[in-house]
């Protein structure tokens, strides 16, 4: 970042003012706002291969060992964007977890655990897993694509062989990944590794040293699989359990740009979701759940996290969030909430909003990820399970307008964390069966998940 005349100009002389006049900016940008915004953008491109092919022919040289989903996970097929299939597993789940949601907004992954607990889902929630180590890649350019590599594969191995510690197979367990930007990155690094022979001898020495390989080879997944789409499957399953109307809510999505911008051929669209225009994940979700999906002009805009723009240009960040996301919907959709489905963007557009004050741009939206929603309306606890305390962005009128009692939520929580405090505490999730391997690991007596909580 250079600094000119007492301003920061970006991150290098190659950046220039464009000194747009606010005719020419519209001009600019018109063509996101335009109808040829639907999937033709995709669609109209050249068609792209299948990576899956790709795999199925490494694996037939005896170059890789591909970990499929089988029968036992319960796969229900989905279409992506070109009108192929794409198997998402429901059953015997491996979590593999953000490290931006278990420490900015933990009410995330509790939301999804508790609904899956509701649903009877066999999952493990281990310990044993990294950070991909995405961010740093994409906001600082120190990482390379040959440690992004290893990381990706290094989890996945650990996904496969963690039912081990049980005394069940290998394959048992298959990943399913909480992160948007984790979920985009494995997919571009599988793409790598596919096509890259040097890139998979480098990493195969690699996991070789760490004892992560399979009878010599790299396994690589078969799909890979983002938590919203696990949601998209289950809608239905979901809404069994639904016990609040939200009928009469305003709901706008923000798709995020790693969930389906990276690799888009395996995003998944559905044309009885807003006629297949959009992602279907989320979108789809909400429409179950009765909920009003307002579709709004600048849906397709990233929601100003941009990586390197948070870190470097964070003013860039907030004022994008607020001007071309937040009060778009506010002013346009009349949003009574915002959905989205990735860590960074529930971030970004969540914590952008009280600096709009500071300028007088007061724009209060409650924003939360469709595994919160489908939580709430499901009737988890707003503070204890969604955790929506931890978000910086008004939510109380949207709880009111729901139906829940906040005041009354929230001395039950605060009567909550005073038995935490006095050592009572309640849990989700088994915490023995989070340790697999190390100091102070019990194989459990008894395969399940524990559904305390509520």
Not at 186 to 202: A, I, N, T
Not at 333 to 353: E, F, N, P, W, Y
Request: proline share 4%.
């Amino acid at each position: 970042m250079t600094e000119k005349q007492g301003a920061y100009t970006g991150f290098g002389p190659e950046w220039q003012e464009s000194k747009l006049s606010p005719q020419e900016a519209q001009r600019a940008t018109s063509w996101v706002e335009a109808r040829i915004d639907r999937r033709s953008m995709l669609t109209g491109k050249d068609r792209v291969e299948d990576v899956r092919d790709a795999l199925r022919e490494l694996e037939k040289d005896g170059e890789i060992v591909v970990h499929r989903i089988t029968e036992q996970h319960e796969p229900v097929t989905a279409r992506t964007l070109y009108g192929w299939t794409k198997k998402i597993p429901t059953n015997q789940l491996w979590h593999h977890k953000s490290c931006g949601q278990c420490g900015n907004i933990p009410g995330y992954p509790t939301s999804l655990l508790w609904l899956m607990n509701k649903l009877g889902t066999r999952y493990l929630d281990e310990t044993d897993q990294t950070s991909c180590t995405a961010w740093n890649y994409h906001g600082s350019g120190i990482g390379n694509v040959v440690s992004l590599a290893a990381v990706f594969l290094r989890n996945f191995h650990q996904a496969y062989v963690s039912a081990k510690a049980q005394g069940l197979p290998e394959g048992y367990y298959y990943p399913l990944v909480h992160c948007g930007t984790s979920f985009g990155n494995y997919k571009e690094m599988r793409h790598f590794l596919v096509h890259s022979p040097q890139l998979r001898e480098q990493v195969r020495k690699i996991l070789g040293k760490l004892g992560r390989l399979i009878d010599g080879k790299l396994l690589i997944p078969e799909e890979i699989v983002h938590y919203s789409e696990w949601l998209h499957v289950m809608r239905e399953r979901v809404r069994e359990h639904q016990v609040i109307d939200v009928s009469h809510i305003r709901a706008t999505v923000h798709p995020a740009c790693h969930v389906y911008k990276m690799v888009p051929e395996d995003v998944i669209y559905d044309e009885t979701v807003l006629d297949g225009n959009r992602v279907a994940v989320s979108t789809g979700l909400l429409q179950t759940l009765g909920a009003q999906v307002i579709d709004y002009s600048t849906w397709y805009d990233c929601c100003g996290f941009g990586f390197r723009h948070i870190i470097g240009e964070r003013e860039f960040s907030r004022s994008f969030s607020i001007d071309r996301k937040i009060k778009v919907a506010v002013e346009e959709a009349r949003a009574d909430v915002m959905i989205g489905h990735d860590t960074g963007c529930i971030t970004t557009l969540d914590k952008s909003q009280w600096i709009g004050k500071a300028v007088d741009k007061i724009y209060e939206l409650p924003i939360m990820a469709d595994c919160q929603f489908a939580a709430l309306v499901c009737g988890a606890h707003p503070y204890k399970l969604a955790q929506l305390h931890w978000h910086a962005s008004p939510f109380e009128a949207f709880l009111e307008k729901i139906g829940i009692d906040w005041q009354k939520a929230k001395a039950e929580f605060d009567a909550y964390l005073e038995e935490v405090k006095a050592g009572r505490i309640e849990t989700l999730y088994d915490p023995k069966r989070a340790i697999t391997s190390g100091p102070g690991f019990t194989r459990p007596a008894q395969i399940g998940t524990s559904t305390a909580g509520s």
